[in-house]
């Protein structure tokens, strides 16, 4: 008997992320309509061009579903993605144009492809298939071959290796936002895969008291100076404007100062979905890092704590997906998923109230952006995937006992 995976959909996951995705196409329009009308252009383009990423990310999502999760575990497939990841970022340093003096975006034709939302996925996927392959094996200054596909190199296997290498490659951008995410993301992993936890336990005090030392530093010589070396002059701008916002208005302190001022506008219940004063060229890239902002000021409190419990809901039901996953690979990727959302919304609503330095990380399915758009969705796909191949098999085993036992 034949149980086809159409039939055991997990809609708890799926229509929070439809409705998300929805609500996002309405959070775009509202954010961005009235700048492109006082630009002579049409109110439709950015929410058009995110409306074509979701259909093109729904198809995704079909395709995905349908595949075998072992295609997905093949480590000639994982490597190859990776190799043409790193040749993506690198093209994106070498000759992408700088966007508010970080690199990160390749232009071809009408499209622009952002390497680093891709690398997320992909350093969740990497982390799961060598978690899961020796769990038990990998000790941290274990250097051994974990594959039998010799033709791939051997630092490839080497997880500490290959994550610094990849954040490496983000903090030279500078893209200290998604570096952030990804460190984080490989601690939570790393946090569940039962590998050597004393490290784990090392390796965070360890980050806490280089972040500690670096803020220290950073307050006791000045931003200024910082400012003054082209690598860190737009990194030394987002730390002026954590220190104090206000002190800067017209220059580093302005986003986030007018994020404030949004946020209080927004009062219990909001102004209105589309009345928000800040988005109106006072609140500079209101539609992509500082959206939720503009979605406090307009929806209010009430409704933006609506929109993060949906949010909420969504990374619970996934990470749940991975806690009930019987498979070790099934289990980490879920779990990496759900992370990687949590770490996101974190790191975004931290910028914006100014609780850390403002990294420029997009909010999840309500910024506009369409390769974040389609790596949310690539990992959806994933955990649904996962799921009813999980939910199959156990149903196989139930099937399975009870033939044993009555026939």
Same mark, same amino acid.
């Given at each position: 008997?034949?149980?086809?995976?159409?039939?055991?959909?997990?809609?708890?996951?799926?229509?929070?992320?439809?409705?998300?995705?929805?609500?996002?196409?309405?959070?775009?329009?509202?954010?961005?309509?009235?700048?492109?009308?006082?630009?002579?252009?049409?109110?439709?383009?950015?929410?058009?061009?995110?409306?074509?990423?979701?259909?093109?990310?729904?198809?995704?999502?079909?395709?995905?579903?349908?595949?075998?999760?072992?295609?997905?575990?093949?480590?000639?497939?994982?490597?190859?993605?990776?190799?043409?990841?790193?040749?993506?970022?690198?093209?994106?340093?070498?000759?992408?144009?700088?966007?508010?003096?970080?690199?990160?975006?390749?232009?071809?034709?009408?499209?622009?492809?952002?390497?680093?939302?891709?690398?997320?996925?992909?350093?969740?996927?990497?982390?799961?298939?060598?978690?899961?392959?020796?769990? @038990?094996?990998?000790?941290?200054?274990?250097?051994?071959?974990?594959?039998?596909?010799?033709?791939?190199?051997?630092?490839?296997?080497?997880?500490?290796?290959?994550?610094?290498?990849?954040?490496?490659?983000?903090?030279?951008?500078?893209?200290?936002?998604?570096?952030?995410?990804?460190?984080?993301?490989?601690?939570?992993?790393?946090?569940?895969?039962?590998?050597?936890?004393?490290?784990?336990?090392?390796?965070?005090?360890?980050?806490?008291?280089?972040?500690?030392?670096?803020?220290?530093?950073?307050?006791?010589?000045?931003?200024?100076?910082?400012?003054?070396?082209?690598?860190?002059?737009?990194?030394?701008?987002?730390?002026?404007?954590?220190?104090?916002?206000?002190? @800067?208005?017209?220059?580093?302190?302005?986003?986030?100062?007018?994020?404030?001022?949004?946020?209080?506008?927004?009062?219990?219940?909001?102004?209105?979905?589309?009345?928000?004063?800040?988005?109106?060229?006072?609140?500079?890239?209101?539609?992509? @890092?500082?959206?939720?902002?503009?979605?406090?000021?307009?929806?209010?409190?009430?409704?933006?704590?609506?929109?993060?419990?949906?949010?909420?809901?969504?990374?619970?039901?996934?990470?749940?997906?991975?806690?009930?996953?019987?498979?070790?690979?099934?289990?980490?990727?879920?779990?990496?998923?759900?992370?990687?959302?949590?770490?996101?919304?974190?790191? #975004?609503?931290?910028?914006?109230?100014?609780?850390?330095?403002?990294?420029?990380?997009?909010?999840?399915?309500?910024?506009?952006?369409?390769?974040?758009?389609?790596?949310?969705?690539?990992?959806?796909?994933?955990?649904? #995937?996962? @799921?009813?191949?999980?939910?199959?098999?156990?149903?196989?085993?139930?099937?399975?006992?009870?033939?044993?036992?009555?026939?």
């Amino acid at each position: 008997m034949k149980i086809s995976k159409r039939h055991l959909l997990n809609y708890s996951i799926l229509v929070p992320y439809l409705l998300l995705s929805i609500l996002g196409l309405i959070v775009v329009y509202s954010t961005t309509s009235a700048i492109l009308i006082e630009e002579g252009k049409s109110a439709l383009q950015l929410v058009r061009s995110q409306g074509m990423f979701w259909i093109f990310s729904l198809i995704l999502i079909a395709l995905i579903y349908k595949l075998k999760l072992n295609f997905l575990r093949k480590e000639r497939l994982l490597f190859i993605v990776m190799f043409v990841e790193l040749i993506l970022l690198a093209l994106a340093r070498l000759i992408g144009t700088p966007v508010n003096g970080a690199y990160g975006w390749i232009s071809v034709g009408p499209l622009t492809i952002q390497p680093a939302e891709y690398l997320k996925i992909i350093i969740v996927w990497y982390l799961a298939q060598r978690f899961s392959k020796q769990q @038990d094996e990998i000790g941290i200054y274990d250097f051994q071959v974990l594959t039998q596909n010799q033709w791939i190199p051997r630092a490839f296997n080497d997880w500490r290796f290959v994550l610094l290498v990849m954040i490496g490659s983000l903090a030279i951008f500078p893209d200290l936002g998604n570096a952030t995410i990804l460190a984080l993301v490989a601690l939570i992993m790393y946090t569940v895969s039962g590998i050597a936890h004393r490290w784990f336990i090392a390796f965070i005090g360890v980050l806490f008291g280089v972040s500690a030392l670096s803020l220290s530093a950073i307050s006791m010589i000045g931003v200024d100076k910082f400012s003054k070396v082209p690598v860190f002059g737009y990194v030394a701008k987002r730390f002026s404007a954590y220190f104090n916002p206000f002190a @800067d208005l017209a220059g580093a302190g302005h986003q986030l100062a007018n994020s404030y001022f949004a946020m209080v506008n927004g009062g219990w219940f909001g102004l209105g979905l589309g009345n928000s004063i800040e988005k109106r060229g006072y609140l500079p890239e209101a539609h992509t @890092d500082f959206v939720f902002s503009i979605v406090i000021e307009e929806f209010g409190f009430v409704g933006a704590s609506l929109i993060l419990a949906l949010v909420f809901f969504l990374i619970l039901r996934i990470i749940l997906v991975g806690i009930r996953a019987k498979n070790p690979f099934n289990s980490m990727m879920a779990i990496g998923v759900g992370g990687m959302m949590l770490v996101q919304v974190f790191v #975004n609503i931290g910028g914006i109230s100014g609780i850390i330095p403002s990294t420029g990380v997009t909010f999840p399915f309500l910024s506009q952006g369409g390769n974040s758009l389609l790596v949310l969705s690539v990992a959806i796909a994933f955990v649904l #995937n996962i @799921d009813a191949s999980e939910k199959r098999a156990q149903l196989y085993e139930e099937l399975e006992a009870y033939s044993s036992n009555y026939m």
